[in-house]
């Protein structure tokens, strides 16, 4: 079967760095989503992979690795409204839009 | 309004009533989602339609009823619901079906079933 696999929740510090890995076994593969959820909230875009590499936006950057089947979301100089909900997502080989079930990150002061 | 607006956004009902969830999609986009989403599980697309007509279903039960009048508007309809339904009911739109364009959310319906 398909999978996606994050951690279930994470903590960090305002102002450091943190790593949300994502790993995924699935039929094929034809990109990766990171979407943020704020709790009540919609989920939103934050970044799209499909080469191998590191992709850079502001203080967000994702990475992707195709043959180990992983992706991280590094968040740098984190702030308290980055607390939300992580969420990856694969695109298999029929277009299917696979979902892990999210990474809840906790901000403290 | 902008992007993809859900009402209500927050439905109680009993196992009995009927109710309907309301999605609306200002970005020009030819297909719309309904995905379920419960606490700590992945999201669950319940139904995809692509220009109006409803390309997938996947095995959601007949107590869940869709119905996309235009592509900018997009309905489920909901009757003799269980407990389990419970859930937050979130809407999409994205460019195209059957790419891997961006999928766009509303905020969701927070649905209790009683």
């Known amino acids: 079967g398909q999978n996606i696999d994050q951690p279930t929740e994470m903590t960090a510090t305002e102002g450091a760095i943190v790593q949300i890995n994502c790993t995924y076994q699935?039929?094929?593969?034809?990109?990766l989503f990171w979407y943020q959820q704020h709790a009540g909230e919609a989920p939103t875009f934050l970044s799209y992979n499909v080469l191998d590499g590191l992709e850079e936006k502001g203080r967000f950057s994702s990475f992707l690795s195709r043959s180990k089947g992983y992706s991280y979301l590094l968040l740098k100089e984190l702030q308290m409204k980055d607390s939300a909900s992580y969420l990856c997502a694969v695109w298999d080989s029929n277009y299917q839009l696979i979902w892990g079930a999210g990474t809840k990150l906790i901000i403290k002061p | 309004e902008t992007g993809v607006t859900q009402t209500p956004r927050h439905l109680v009902m009993g196992m009995t009533n009927k109710k309907s969830l309301k999605c609306e999609q200002h970005l020009g986009h030819n297909a719309m989602y309904w995905y379920k989403q419960s606490a700590k599980k992945p999201l669950e697309l319940m139904f995809v339609?692509?220009?109006?007509?409803?390309?997938e279903n996947n095995s959601v039960p007949s107590r869940f009823s869709p119905e996309c009048p235009n592509s900018s508007h997009l309905f489920l309809h909901l009757h003799t619901l269980q407990p389990e339904d419970s859930a937050l009911y979130l809407c999409?739109?994205?460019?195209?079906?059957?790419?891997?364009?961006?999928?766009?959310f509303g905020p969701g319906t927070r649905l209790t079933v009683l």
């Open positions: 999409a739109s994205s460019p195209a079906a059957g790419t891997t364009d961006t999928q766009y």
């Open positions: 699935t039929s094929g593969f034809n990109g």
């Open positions: 339609y692509s220009l109006e007509e409803r390309v």
